[in-house]
């Protein structure tokens, strides 16, 4: 299927939802039930350019946490691709970006698509663990699309190297918030963060990302 732009994608998409009686809630969001959620999280993560490519896709959460415009190319072609997610062990949820400093509404527009679109994934059966993402304070509110107390996923490739005051702000606020159960770090874990989630008794595991692993196989490979 032919997609002209993400607005009219993200139409397409609330259509089908709404036509499957999806939940929504006050604000227009998807409302995801505790039946479609993964509650065990994942020890194995593969970007989602990779969703053609994976050699195990059962033993892997399909995550989203990759530059804009390969997300925009997956997300155009959902209808075509939907086959492919059941594929794997569960789906992390779409992850286009919300930057903190943009406008509300891009911010508010990119979390209702991904939300969309990760909606329409569970609807075609797969599991879900959620995207802790949000944009700054504005957009917390997304995250009542989801129940308390579930894992959630977060990827922190491309955060700032330096310490961030708002960002740890904004962090904290929404463990507070969603309260999850588990949260899965998909990249580096800055020492700030770790200290958060055990100071609000989050469990949480690391998972070392796609690049950083094939460098150290690269590395491993040329010491043969």
Request: charged share 25%.
């Amino acid at each position: 299927m032919k997609i002209m732009n993400l607005y009219e994608l993200a139409l397409l998409l609330r259509a089908k939802l709404k036509m499957a009686k999806w939940p929504f809630n006050r604000y227009g969001f998807p409302v995801f039930p505790r039946e479609v959620i993964l509650e065990e999280p994942p020890t194995l993560i593969e970007p989602i350019q990779r969703i053609h490519c994976c050699k195990n896709p059962s033993e892997n959460l399909l995550s989203s946490f990759a530059d804009d415009t390969l997300i925009k190319r997956r997300l155009r072609r959902i209808f075509d691709e939907i086959n492919l997610y059941e594929k794997f062990k569960g789906f992390g949820g779409f992850d286009l970006s919300p930057r903190i400093r943009w406008p509300f509404q891009r911010q508010k527009f990119n979390i209702w698509l991904s939300q969309l679109a990760t909606a329409f994934v569970a609807l075609s059966g797969q599991k879900i663990i959620p995207n802790f993402r949000i944009g700054n304070l504005q957009t917390v509110f997304a995250l009542e699309s989801y129940p308390k107390n579930i894992p959630y996923v977060v990827g922190t490739l491309g955060c700032s190297k330096r310490k961030q005051p708002l960002h740890e702000f904004i962090f904290k606020t929404k463990l507070l918030v969603a309260r999850p159960s588990h949260l899965t770090i998909y990249g580096p874990l800055r020492k700030e963060y770790e200290r958060l989630m055990v100071g609000q008794g989050v469990d949480y595991n690391v998972v070392t990302d796609f690049r950083t692993q094939s460098y150290a196989q690269s590395a491993q490979w040329r010491k043969k």
